[in-house]
């Protein structure tokens, strides 16, 4: 696509409950990232995937976390048991390559846990 | 470890003034260096980078220089309008630290900018 698509923009969950946030990147984009913008915070990187493959997941904050990017395209970024602390806007980016290619990012999902 | 330290916002100007805002970066590498910018109510855009010391980045009348003696990457404009009002981010890239893969970029916790007519 023309560009990094994420859905849905916003999701209002109750707490314990599971989420599922999808990144769609650009096309031919072999890097994906995910990112936590928690207001005050700044930018929390999450993971990154080269790929199918996340060679780093060490930033996922805690094991309730998991993500998966099937076919080297769409990724879905979990969270099982949803906390109010795992409220924040959760942002994609893609990059033809890696990193130092900079990104293109998606307008991000805000997630709200009541 | 990396990091990007900017300056605590917000930083109030008004229009036609000069903009300086300072960020600073430890890395234990070579790092790309980029400002990123948030417009209100829309995701994260590339404003500029810079890849090597001495690099200038520019665009939409924004300039940085990456300063690796300082450890800087200051952004500035010399006129900035009621439009450029926005969070910015300072961020780099070290390929340097793999840190096991991680490819992350290191963003700062950007700066808010609010430019009064």
């Known amino acids: 696509g023309a560009g990094v698509s994420q859905s849905p923009s916003n999701k209002v969950t109750e707490k314990g409950k599971d989420v599922e946030l999808r990144c769609d990147p650009i096309?031919?984009?072999?890097?994906l990232y995910w990112y936590r913008q928690s207001l005050g915070q700044g930018l929390e990187f999450l993971i990154y995937?080269?790929?199918?493959?996340?060679?780093?997941k060490s930033g996922l904050p805690s094991d309730r976390f998991s993500a998966e990017r099937t076919g080297g395209s769409v990724s879905t970024l979990t969270i099982q048991r949803t906390q109010q602390e795992d409220s924040a806007v959760y942002l994609c980016?893609?990059?033809?390559?890696?990193?130092?290619?900079?990104?293109?990012f998606g307008s991000g999902t805000r997630l709200t846990v009541v | 470890g990396n990091s990007v330290t900017q300056m605590e916002g917000p930083v109030t100007l008004s229009e036609e003034a000069f903009l300086t805002i300072n960020c600073t970066y430890t890395?234990?590498?070579?790092?790309?260096l980029f400002w990123y910018v948030q417009y209100p109510g829309e995701g994260l855009q590339l404003l500029l980078k810079?890849?090597?010391?001495?690099d200038k980045g520019s665009n939409k009348g924004f300039e940085a220089t990456y300063r690796k003696e300082t450890t800087s990457f200051h952004l500035e404009k010399g006129s900035v309008q009621v439009s450029d009002s926005a969070v910015y981010f300072c961020?780099?890239?070290?390929?340097?630290?793999?840190?096991?893969?991680?490819?992350?970029?290191?963003f700062g916790k950007g700066t808010h900018l609010i430019i009064q007519p």
């Open positions: 995937f080269q790929g199918n493959s996340a060679p780093d």
């Open positions: 810079a890849t090597k010391a001495d």
């Open positions: 980016a893609s990059s033809p390559r890696g990193s130092g290619y900079g990104y293109t």
């Open positions: 890395a234990t590498g070579y790092p790309s």
């Open positions: 096309s031919g984009h072999t890097a």
């Open positions: 961020a780099l890239s070290d390929p340097q630290y793999s840190g096991g893969g991680a490819d992350g970029l290191t």
